[in-house]
């Protein structure tokens, strides 16, 4: 059984830093692409970075670049992948959703399993 569960959300004032964490086990994810997504209330689910498991490649959207940084580890069977944020602001304000799956330059990134979310508000 595939989880993906994330933790690490909170509420935080504008300018702080939050990092969250996502947890994926329940198969090999070698091959995968691990992401994370924002949808702020009646918004989209929108992209917001990934990582390539097999070679560490980075992706970001524009209005987290210089911002937020993703980075991912290995423990046992888990793979673990992590958002820092910083300097957030309130339009950061969603909630957060890992996902594994595929990602291409010309497609984005395609969603095969996703996480069930974490809040994070901005706000003073």
């Known amino acids: 059984q595939v989880r993906l569960v994330e933790s690490g959300g909170g509420l935080v004032q504008p300018g702080g830093s939050l990092r969250l964490s996502c947890a994926a086990s329940g198969r090999t994810f070698s091959n995968y692409y691990m992401g994370w997504f924002h949808q702020a209330p009646g918004k989209d689910r929108e992209f917001v970075a990934a990582i390539s498991n097999s070679d560490g490649s980075e992706y970001y959207a524009d209005s987290v670049k210089g911002r937020f940084t993703i980075s991912g580890d290995t423990a046992q069977n888990t793979v673990l992948v992590y958002l820092e944020m910083n300097n957030l602001k309130p339009e950061d304000t969603a909630v957060y959703y890992c996902?594994?799956?595929?990602?291409?330059?010309?497609?984005?990134?395609?969603?095969?399993?996703w996480g069930q979310g974490t809040q994070v508000t901005v706000s003073s």
């Open positions: 996902a594994a799956g595929s990602y291409s330059d010309d497609n984005g990134f395609s969603a095969k399993y």
